[in-house]
T-cell receptor, first 112, second 115 residues
Framework: QKEVEQNSGPLSVPEGAIASLNCTYSDRGSQSFFWYRQYSGKSPELIMSIYSNGDKEDGRFTAQLNKASQYVSLLIRDSQPSDSATYLCAVITRSTLGRLYFGRGTQLTVWP | SAVISQKPSRDICQRGTSLTIQCQVDSQVTMMFWYRQQPGQSLTLIATANQGSEATYESGFVIDKFPISRPNLTFSTLTVSNMSPEDSSIYLC????????????FGPGTRLLVL
């Protein structure tokens, strides 16, 4: 059973704050890790991918991966109301040829 | 990244009918997938669309209900057969790209309402 767990939320932060989203996964064979943003009524949009331990930064977004702890997180700095969306954590394992395993998602609201 | 389009973008259908959803990619890709997202839920994989062979279905999904075609490396269709209101969902295709690292992108989705 390959499980991906996210903090259920909803998460609410003021504009300008740091939003922290967390995700754990059960399969130690997981090799690729993704964060998708999904606005209501829209399809998931890839915002970050990470493949090795450590931090990866892209603009206001930082993904952090710790394979020993089976933990991946997403930090959003200087949060904006336009960041309000559901954030989906997803992983691909070595044994499942591109199949994504998703968490349930965390709903983020950034209030002005 | 690959550009993915889906047709139709939305539809309202009567129970008992079938709908075929098309997914077109602007480049050749090895792996294409079909997902379903029911209201308020995360994404559930229906099947992997294999070029030149039968699709690989996930537990709980069967070919008679969700037949899939993959005639080439840029196109796939998913049919939702004998629909019931429980099939009302967003249906999404995705493609797996490996350019150095593996990445997966989603199409815009097809919003289906079954009455």
């Amino acid at each position: 059973q390959k499980e991906v767990e996210q903090n259920s939320g909803p998460l609410s932060v003021p504009e300008g704050a740091i939003a922290s989203l967390n995700c754990t996964y059960s399969d130690r064979g997981s090799q690729s890790f993704f964060w998708y943003r999904q606005y209501s009524g829209k399809s998931p949009e890839l915002i970050m991918s990470i493949y090795s331990n450590g931090d990866k930064e892209d603009g206001r977004f930082t993904a952090q991966l710790n394979k020993a702890s089976q933990y991946v997180s997403l930090l959003i700095r200087d949060s904006q109301p336009s960041d309000s969306a559901t954030y989906l954590c997803a992983v691909i394992t070595r044994s499942t040829l591109g199949r994504l395993y998703f968490g349930r998602g965390t709903q983020l609201t950034v209030w002005p | 990244s690959a550009v993915i389009s889906q047709k139709p973008s939305r539809d309202i259908c009567q129970r008992g009918t079938s709908l075929t959803i098309q997914c077109q990619v602007d480049s050749q890709v090895t792996m294409m997938f079909w997902y379903r997202q029911q209201p308020g839920q995360s994404l559930t994989l229906i099947a992997t669309a294999n070029q030149g062979s039968e699709a690989t279905y996930e537990s709980g999904f069967v070919i008679d209900k969700f037949p899939i075609s993959r005639p080439n490396l840029t196109f796939s269709t998913l049919t939702v057969s004998n629909m019931s209101p429980e099939d009302s969902s967003i249906y999404l295709c995705s493609v797996d790209e490996i350019q150095g690292q593996e990445t997966q992108y989603f199409g815009p989705g097809t919003r289906l309402l079954v009455l």
